[in-house]
């Protein structure tokens, strides 16, 4: 059984570029959370998607947008990129049914922005 | 809104002796709490979780963490550091209205001497 996989695993981009990850949650799950964790610091919520639509958002500018597809799978797009945008950026992924808040998480996106 | 405190951004432990990592919240609303693992160039592996069931919980590897709501705390221990234990350990809180969404502390790095 798979878990969370992500795509790519490191990437290198300049300023003002534009970059999309991809994510795959855990067969059976239907719900993605995206996190953006910094050099040091823990994970920070960036937005959650179900039935294709976004749930939740937290306190990420409208330079971070996303999309789910109607297999669950998600994805993570980021306009005009900047410096402080480099992070690995981590997908988690939870069952249907009674929400716990318990995630499942990928090994995440390395991103460096030069 | 709510938030976590890790107190210590880094312990060090040699190889048997008992781990303590510290962990307050602050929480307006009954809070689901977690412990979260991440080594090095992983996602992140869920350790164990309190979920308004028994305030002692145990989780994998022999860790177990008490919530005690008069201290606003959910401490990690387990009784015996073995090499691999060594990693950055985080704690976490989500709410009870289901929206998954995790607030993170800063973490702690673990550190084993043998």
């Known amino acids: 059984d798979a878990g969370v996989t992500q795509s790519p695993t490191h990437l290198i981009k300049t300023r003002g570029q534009q970059v999309t990850l991809r994510c795959s949650p855990k067969s059976g799950h239907d719900t993605v959370s995206w996190y953006q964790q910094a050099l040091g610091q823990g994970p920070q919520f960036i937005f959650q998607y179900y039935e294709e639509e976004e749930r939740q958002r937290g306190n990420f500018p409208d330079r971070f947008s996303g999309h789910q597809f109607p297999n669950y799978s998600s994805e993570l797009n980021v306009n005009a990129l900047l410096l402080g945008d480099s992070a690995l950026y981590l997908c988690?992924?939870?069952?249907?049914?009674?929400?716990?808040?318990?995630?499942?998480f990928g090994e995440g996106s390395r991103l460096t922005v030069l | 809104a709510q938030s976590v405190t890790q107190l210590g951004s880094h312990v060090s432990v040699s190889e048997g002796a008992l781990v303590l990592l510290r962990c307050n919240y602050s929480?307006?609303?009954?809070?689901?709490l977690f412990w979260y693992v991440q080594y090095p160039n992983q996602g992140l592996q869920l350790l164990l979780k309190y979920t308004s069931a028994a305030t002692l919980v145990k989780g994998i590897n022999g860790f177990e963490a008490e919530f005690k709501k008069s201290e606003t705390s959910f401490h990690l221990t387990k009784p015996s550091a073995h090499m691999s234990d060594a990693a950055e350990y985080f704690c976490?809180?989500?709410?009870?209205?289901?929206?998954?969404?995790?607030?993170f502390g800063q973490g702690t790095r673990l550190t084993i001497n043998p």
């Open positions: 988690a992924s939870s069952p249907p049914g009674r929400r716990t808040g318990e995630l499942f």
């Open positions: 976490a809180v989500s709410d009870l209205q289901g929206a998954q969404k995790l607030v």
């Open positions: 929480s307006s609303v009954p809070p689901y």
